[in-house]
């Protein structure tokens, strides 16, 4: 399976963005989904994750309240809405399909990466 992210850019504090993250096969539609990132010279992160029919997300602490994970199956499409960002949420951005049904917190468990997708906010 090959996931396209897309949708970062650059933007200013406060300000927002849309991910979206295309998957090349239908096959990831009953598949957890979550997204991750990795700034410049740390591990990577966990973001936010979605379960293959959308009824379970969990979210790291850091972006709870301010980003929402949602998902359009029919579209193979997962999005990653970021609201009142800040320069700390300054990362390249990884969508990935995990292995069950549901997803999860860790990288582990995830078998498909995509390619990233910068996101940069100025302060």
């Known amino acids: 399976v090959q996931l396209q992210a897309s949708g970062g850019g650059l933007v200013q504090a406060g300000g927002s963005l849309r991910l979206s993250c295309a998957a090349s096969?239908?096959?990831?539609?009953?598949?957890?989904m979550g997204w991750f990132r990795q700034a410049l010279g740390q591990e990577r992160d966990f973001v936010a994750s979605?379960?293959?029919?959308?009824?379970?997300?969990n979210y790291a602490d850091s972006v709870k309240g301010r980003f929402t994970i949602s998902r359009d199956r029919a579209k193979n499409t997962v999005y990653l809405q970021m609201n009142s960002l800040r320069p700390e949420d300054t990362a390249v951005y990884y969508c990935?399909?995990?292995?069950?049904?549901?997803?999860?917190?860790?990288?582990?468990?995830?078998?498909?990466w995509g390619q990233g997708t910068q996101v940069t906010v100025s302060s």
């Open positions: 096969a239908r096959t990831v539609s009953n598949n957890g």
């Open positions: 990935a399909v995990h292995r069950t049904a549901v997803g999860s917190t860790s990288p582990g468990g995830y078998v498909s």
């Open positions: 979605i379960s293959w029919n959308g009824g379970i997300t």
